[in-house]
Nanobody
């Protein structure tokens, strides 16, 4: 059974940092990604990583501020978020897909999703 378990969300002041973790179990994946969603808005791509090789992908809105990484031994992907802004406030979801032809920045490509973790950035 595939499970993606997120942790690390919380409340932080603007300019601060948080690190999200997503522990995966049940199978290996080709891409893992992070998406976020604000109530009333569509889910938005944040970052993704190719498990083998470590190629990374970022939304323009987070480039230079967020960094995605993975720990092969722990089967865990991380999202280090720095210089946080109030507009980064959202529920952040971890996602995974085992198909190499998946489009990493497209939510519809992903087969598995975590439960989400709230990130709130105060001004």
């Amino acid at each position: 059974q595939v499970q993606l378990v997120e942790s690390g969300g919380g409340l932080v002041q603007a300019g601060g940092s948080l690190r999200l973790s997503c522990a995966a179990s049940g199978r290996t994946f080709y891409f893992m990604g992070w998406f976020r969603q604000v109530p009333g808005k569509e889910r938005e791509f944040v970052a993704a990583i190719r498990w083998n090789g470590g190629t990374t992908y970022y939304a323009d809105s987070v480039k230079g501020r967020f960094a995605i990484s993975r720990d092969n031994a722990k089967n865990t992907v991380y999202l280090q978020m720095s210089a946080l802004k109030p507009e980064d406030t959202a529920v952040y979801y971890c996602a995974a897909v085992s198909v190499r032809t998946a489009v990493p920045h497209t939510g519809a490509s992903y087969d598995y999703w975590g439960q989400g973790t709230q990130v709130t950035v105060s001004s």
